[in-house]
């Protein structure tokens, strides 16, 4: 497959005055035209900064290193200017971010929302946009939407505001969208619409996908490859299948634990994480989830663990995984093999 973003040693650190975090540690990983890459991790993990720095949206007191690099159709974003990527930034890549009611302007209508980057990025002129705005929204499935372009974001449901910011996103048929947390407080039934819709439009118009949550339940329909971040690092990658039905590293069977099932009985208890994610003004040496992992050795504490390829696209940091490791017997619900 052709591959359309290649990040390599991603570090994105904040300066605060406590200290520096080092939100993002060294992060490697490659999207191909067309697909969908989910990147699923609990809240802090550094999974919305590796996305925010790929359209290079990190502020102040952010910072991302010099010598990571950010490489989409022959240009290192990480090196561009703020003019050259502004030429990028919703016409190339695009955008949905966590919540749609702070994300769109309250005081712009939802067509001139959409206008917008039409009469920046493709020359067309406002009322050119403005109807263009409206087949968006057509097709993002809002009904009248002719009716619709003319309202402002608070007169939009939660669905509804949703399905805009996914229309503002398209509306420049982008290379790649990134979704950061696109189902956040939505009821499951608006959930599965909204993942429905950005498969069908994906199909529609070859769009790659880069998918952040924190549920794996989202990514399970939609996502050909998913990688597991923690603490700043990606410790488990594969492809979907590998990592729902031959999970490796620990955190990612207690992710798989964490999520309701419909064989549970409604009494029963759901599995959580003991202990809190290591603090990243000083990261642990070794592997960042041995302090919680109910399997830890010693040389987990000591250094952080090698990459040990499973498959072809199945690769895991995990010392318990590693060709000289003791055979570890002990299972997590039929997650260690």
Known sequence: MERILDVKNLKVSYHTYAGEVQSVRGVDFYLNKGETLAVVGESGCGKSVTA???????????????????????????????????????????????????????TMTIGKQIAESLI??????????????????????????????????????????????????????????????????????????IMDLIGDLQNKLGT????????????????????????????ERGTTDEIFYNPQHPYTWALLQSVPRLDTGHKDSLYSIKGTPPDLLKPPVGCPFASRCEYAMPICKEAMPEITKMTENHEVSCWLKHPLAPKVEKSLAGGAK
């Open 52 to 106: 925010k720095s790929i359209m290079r949206l990190i502020q102040t007191p952010g910072e991302i290193k010099q010598d990571s690099e950010i490489l989409f159709d022959g240009k290192d974003l990480a090196k561009l200017s703020e003019k050259e990527l502004r030429e990028i930034r919703g016409s190339e890549i695009s955008m949905i971010f966590q919540d749609p009611m702070t994300s769109l302007n309250p």
């Open 120 to 193: 920046i990025h493709r020359g067309m002129s406002k009322h050119e946009a403005l109807a263009e705005a409206a087949k968006m929204l057509k097709l993002v499935n809002i009904p009248n939407a002719e009716k619709r372009v003319k309202q402002y974001p608070h007169e939009f449901s939660g669905g509804m505001r949703q399905r805009a910011m996914i229309a503002i996103a398209l509306a420049c048929n982008p290379k790649i969208l990134i979704a950061d947390e696109p189902t956040t407080a939505l009821d499951v039934t608006i959930q599965a619409q």
């Open 208 to 235: 790659a996908v880069i998918l952040i949550t924190h549920d794996l339940g989202v990514v399970a329909d939609s996502a050909h490859r998913i990688q597991v971040m923690y603490a700043g690092k990606i410790i």
